[in-house]
């Protein structure tokens, strides 16, 4: 059973930086893919990055240089490395992953949240201005 579980979110000022991990357990990493999406209030959920079967990444064009992800298999964590933080970047933040995922991470990046399967309870950022 796939266990997701998210930390560090926080509140930041514009330009700030924070870094967002998520616990993994149960996961295979060969043979599924995961991602870091985020929702706003009021607003749908929404892609944030993805990283493959074989960890290539994609992410979506309002992060794409600003937001790193990475995973670390040795301690089964899921990073979200945030720079230059905008308030448009407020959200709660969630990782999630899909156990049968072998397509590349750009085209995953475009199907977007509907095609994972378990997911974490969410992580707040907050950027002000």
């Known amino acids: 059973q796939v266990h997701l579980m998210e930390s560090g979110g926080g509140s930041v000022q514009s330009g700030g930086s924070l870094t967002l991990s998520c616990a993994v357990s149960g996961h295979k990493y060969e043979s599924g893919c995961m991602g870091w999406f985020r929702q706003a209030m009021g607003k749908e959920r929404e892609t944030v990055s993805v990283i493959d079967s074989v960890q290539r990444k994609s992410y979506s064009e309002s992060v794409r240089g600003r937001f790193t992800t990475s995973l670390d298999k040795d301690k089964n964590t899921l990073y979200l490395a945030m720079n230059t933080l905008k308030p448009e970047d407020t959200a709660m933040y969630y990782c999630?992953?899909?156990?049968?995922?072998?397509?590349?991470?750009?085209?995953?990046?475009?199907?977007?949240?509907?095609?994972?399967?378990?997911w974490g309870q969410g992580t707040q950022v907050m950027v002000s201005s």
């Open positions: 999630a992953a899909d156990s049968s995922c072998f397509a590349q991470a750009s085209y995953i990046l475009r199907q977007g949240p509907s095609r994972f399967e378990h």
